[in-house]
Every structure is written in C-alpha cells, then in structure tokens.
C-alpha cells in the first residue's frame, strides 16, 4: 500500500465571489467531469504542472461547490513535504486550474457558466478564501 495523506474539501463554492471577482455557476464543472472524471483531474502543489503531488479519488458537484476527495503520496519529496504542512495546519488551501469554455458579465463579476477543468492544487492562499481541505478519514 503507499503512503498516503487522505484529504477532502470544496475546490470551489458556487455563487461565491472570489478575490479576482470571479463566480462560478452551479452545473459549471459538469461536461468537464462527464468528460474526464477525477483521473483527468491532476492534484498540484501551489499550480505547479512540474511535480504532482497525488491523485484526486473522487471529485463531484455537490449543493455547496465542487468537492474533492484525494490522497497526498508521500512516495515524492514534495508530496512528503506537503503532506507535513497539511498536517501541521500550516497548509489548508485548496484552488482550481481551469480553462474558461462559457461565462458571461455581471457587473463586474465574470460569472463562470463552463469550464474545463485542469488541476486542483494544495495552496497557501487560494483565490477563493472559503475553499480549503481537511484530512479525512481515508475511506476511498
């Protein structure tokens, strides 16, 4: 068995307006998830396509936002390394990478009605204050 850190939390809240005025739309996640599931989704440390830092299990809208269950592998430095902070409480953050498909202007919100979802990383300070993990149970 590996090593690992199970964590969960919402990657994203819908309705809620993140600090570059951006809101995401309930049903904005969906066609990329139908399309990809978690596999397609990868798990980063503060956005860094260089070195992922594990896998995502499950990854789902419920009716807060987008919510992720995942392992931290403790088989990499850096998963290693994150997997201390998460642990410590020193790291809780969590934010996505994603290319905007469909939004439309609200003022000065830009309202995220369909994106391609990319990476959910583990981040000091996430664009979306409310989203952040927790380790969980592990029950994958």
């Known amino acids: 068995m590996i090593d690992a850190l199970p964590i969960e939390g919402h990657a994203s809240l ?18 990329s998830l139908a399309e990809t599931g978690a596999a397609g989704v990868k798990l980063l440390h503060q956005h ?8 995502w299990d499950e990854i789902v809208e419920d ?12 088989t990499a430095p850096r998963g290693r390394l994150v997997a201390a902070l998460v642990e410590a409480g020193a790291l809780d953050g969590l934010s996505i990478g ?17 994106v391609d979802l990319w990476e959910v990383s583990v981040v000091t300070f996430p664009m979306l204050p409310g989203a952040r993990l927790r380790v969980s149970s592990g029950s994958n």
């Not at 860094?48 to 896998?55: K, L, Q, R, T």
């Not at 009716?63 to 403790?74: D, N, S, T």
Request: glycine residues 10%; proline residues 4%; without cysteine.
């Open 63 to 74: 009716a807060r936002g987008l919510f992720v269950r995942g392992r931290i592998l403790r």
């Open 98 to 114: 994603f290319r905007q498909l469909k939004a439309r202007q609200d003022g000065p919100l830009r309202v995220l009605t369909r």
């Open 14 to 31: 819908f309705w809620t307006r993140d600090l570059n005025d951006d809101v995401t739309a309930a049903g904005a996640f969906a066609a």
């Open 48 to 55: 860094d396509d260089a070195e992922p830092i594990g896998v």
